[in-house]
């Protein structure tokens, strides 16, 4: 069994920073692309960041410069550092992590999800 798990999500004033956590446990064999994605009331999930195990990243375009992931692949962690948040910004931010387990084979397993709110 997997267990994707993010962390780190709350409320911040506009211009504040958050960092969020995700942390992959279970029988996991190999370990691949991590990402987050977000998803506003009323819209559609979206891409904000991926990052490969060997540490290539890829962002939303909107999004660079002020969003920043990172991994620990011994801890199985990605981070998102969020600088100068804005309102459009709140949303629920969802983990996604692509996992070979040893008996089930390659799958793509994702969080419950961190609600981040921006707001004065």
């Known amino acids: 069994q997997v267990q994707v798990v993010e962390s780190g999500g709350g409320l911040v004033q506009p211009g504040g920073s958050l960092r969020l956590s995700c942390a992959a446990s279970?029988?996991?064999?190999?370990?691949?692309?991590m990402g987050w994605y977000r998803q506003a009331p009323g819209k559609q999930r979206e891409l904000v960041a991926t990052?490969?195990?060997?540490?290539?990243?890829n962002y939303a375009d909107s999004l660079k410069g002020r969003f920043t992931i990172s991994r620990d692949n011994a801890k199985k962690t990605v981070y998102l550092q969020m600088n100068s948040l804005r309102p459009e910004d709140t949303a629920v931010y969802y983990c996604?992590?692509?996992?070979?387990?040893?008996?089930?084979?390659?799958?793509?397993?994702w969080g419950q999800g961190t609600q981040v709110t921006v707001s004065s």
């Open positions: 996604n992590a692509d996992i070979l387990l040893r008996a089930l084979g390659r799958g793509a397993y």
């Open positions: 279970g029988n996991i064999f190999m370990l691949y692309d």
């Open positions: 990052i490969s195990s060997g540490g290539v990243t």
